[in-house]
């Protein structure tokens, strides 16, 4: 016991003079042994981990589902029970969480039965504390790794895009309410509208942040039914509806310590904003089909382009999420109110474009920079790079003209081109641009009034007047 008390001391002598600081891992540690427990509960404390102690296998069950810790070390006897007994039970919890089992009594049957039990490394005792430490750090990084790849299976390089580009007075005013609020952990409402690039800044925001070695996942609210919407979020157990025939880990649990974007938050059923409050109010969440609470750290930023406040009044959002969710909010400007930016954007996409089509320089000729200024964008960044790409297949030459564009395409409608949008009357335009955001909406009036600015019954008048057929 002296050895290892001054093994403690000499460790923190010695890391009190380096630089390196380490982010605070919890460790769950399972020994009835006071002595040990608090000697290397003073050991970790001062490497910088926070450290969850429990004395039997019931404990640190309870334990180990209520704290999430990132790594659990486990003593074989317990009191009511062995390592091998209770490895299963904490798998059955969270497969993630790697698992130590230390023992007085080793042999290589009782290592081989640990590992199929699933524990990560299997250590006799007594234990040298710097030789823990370095299996402890491995596994963290390992698992680190793991979650990283994992949340970011799904997003390519293109993603990285600079959400700023540009000189206009609207985005420079951007970039700066951006760059004030990277430090914050609370939660950051992105208010826009469709195609002005929301979630681009979403991942510039944790690119930037102190987050930004932990994971970053995103979920779009408006493409899942509610039960769908759980079990994405939270995740669930085993057996917690038909077809869930494995526990599946949720996108707050990947996400712990880092960043959840989701995107259409106006769209959440009414029913899953108060569990995500309480994820908000308490970090804890509990698995659909599960009973026990889990600790979890996130920085929650959301999306819309509808106007929540609006919809809070109505009383098709709870008033009390809005307020949660909005603490910092950031409006993206629309393309129509920063025009001087179109050269910026239409430049950096048409290389980004040539490069994945493998087609040489793509410039705009001075008389199609011209209808790209005149036109307004209602679908924004992500209309601009549609209208360009459909050019740049289209045009016979590197050098795309004002022929060669076509704006206003969506299901069911023609290309118009830019000379069709000049001649074309305001009641004309009007009705084209109704239709789209329609389309864009899916057909839902209510979404779609919100986009423009109407109320429901307005927009039905606007409907009638135009004959227009509501898609389906």
């Keep these: 016991m002296t050895d290892i008390l001054l093994l403690i001391h000499h460790f923190a002598f010695i890391t009190s003079f380096r630089g390196r600081s380490v982010s605070r891992n919890r460790i769950l540690l399972v020994d009835d042994d006071e002595d040990i427990c608090f000697a290397l509960r003073k050991f970790l404390t001062a490497r910088g981990y926070e450290v969850i102690a429990a004395g039997t296998c019931r404990a640190a069950e309870e334990a180990f589902a209520a704290g999430q810790p990132d790594v659990a070390v486990i003593d074989y006897a317990l009191p009511d029970g062995s390592a091998l007994e209770l490895l299963a039970r904490l798998r059955e919890i969270d497969s993630s969480v790697p698992l130590v089992v230390l023992t007085a009594h080793g042999s290589i049957d009782l290592a081989v039965r640990a590992i199929k039990e699933g524990a990560e490394q ?36 293109r993603d990285a895009v600079d959400p700023f580009r540009g000189t206009s007075r609207a985005i420079r005013e951007l970039a700066e309410h951006a760059r004030s609020v ?8 992105i208010e826009g509208e469709t195609g002005t690039g929301k979630s681009v800044l979403a991942r510039w925001i944790h690119a930037h942040g102190p987050r930004a070695d932990e994971p970053f996942v ?16 939270f995740g669930h157990e085993k057996g917690a509806f038909t077809g869930a025939i494995a526990a599946k880990p949720g996108l707050l649990e990947v996400a712990h310590r880092g960043t959840v974007f989701l995107d259409e938050i106006g769209d959440m059923d009414l029913q899953v904003q108060p569990k995500l409050l309480k994820v908000l109010e308490e970090k804890r969440f509990r698995k659909v089909g599960g009973v026990r609470d889990r600790q979890v750290d996130i920085r929650l930023i959301t999306a819309t382009h509808q106007d929540l406040n609006r919809l809070a009044l109505v009383k098709q959002f709870r008033s009390d999420f809005y307020f949660r969710i909005s603490a910092l909010p950031l409006h993206v400007p629309p393309l129509r109110q920063r025009a001087e930016d179109i050269p910026a954007l239409a430049g950096h996409l048409l290389k980004s474009l040539a490069a994945e089509l493998k087609h040489e320089e793509i410039t705009l000729a001075p008389d199609a920079l011209a209808a790209l200024h005149a036109y307004s964008w209602p679908g924004n960044i992500r209309e601009l790079r549609n209208v360009l790409e459909r050019a740049v297949l289209l045009a016979g030459s590197p050098v795309i003209s004002r022929r060669d564009l076509r704006f206003g395409v969506s299901p069911g409608h023609p290309a118009t081109t830019t000379e069709d949008d000049a001649d074309a009357t305001l009641e004309s335009n009007e009705r084209r641009h ?15 009034a919100a986009c423009l600015g109407l109320s429901r019954s307005a927009l039905y008048k606007k409907i009638s007047k135009h004959c227009i057929d509501l898609p389906k």
Excluded: M, W
């Design 122 to 157: 299997f250590l006799t005792k007594p234990i040298e504390l710097p030789a823990l430490l370095v299996v402890l750090q491995r596994l963290l990084e390992t698992e680190r790794g793991r979650k990283k790849l994992l949340a970011h299976a799904l997003h390519d390089a």
């Design 182 to 189: 990277l430090t914050s952990h609370s939660p950051l409402l």
């Design 218 to 233: 995103d979920l779009n609210c408006a493409s899942f039914s509610r039960e769908l919407l759980e079990s994405e979020l």
């Design 434 to 448: 109704i239709e789209r955001i329609l389309h864009e909406q899916g057909g839902r009036v209510d979404h779609a």
